[in-house]
């Protein structure tokens, strides 16, 4: 049986998820690291 957890926390803005994407795409591990620990 699938099971799917509700959304508990909409904290982090579009614009933070659109930076740490590029980031990834970019194969920045430390960009993205920055991103995603300074969004917290």
């Given at each position: 049986?699938?099971?799917?957890?509700?959304?508990?926390?909409?904290?982090?803005?579009?614009?933070?998820?659109?930076?740490?994407?590029?980031?990834?795409?970019?194969?920045?591990?430390?960009g993205a690291s920055d991103?995603?620990y300074s969004s917290s």
């Amino acid at each position: 049986m699938a099971t799917t957890a509700a959304v508990l926390n909409e904290s982090a803005p579009s614009a933070e998820y659109a930076r740490l994407e590029e980031r990834v795409i970019a194969r920045d591990q430390k960009g993205a690291s920055d991103v995603l620990y300074s969004s917290s």
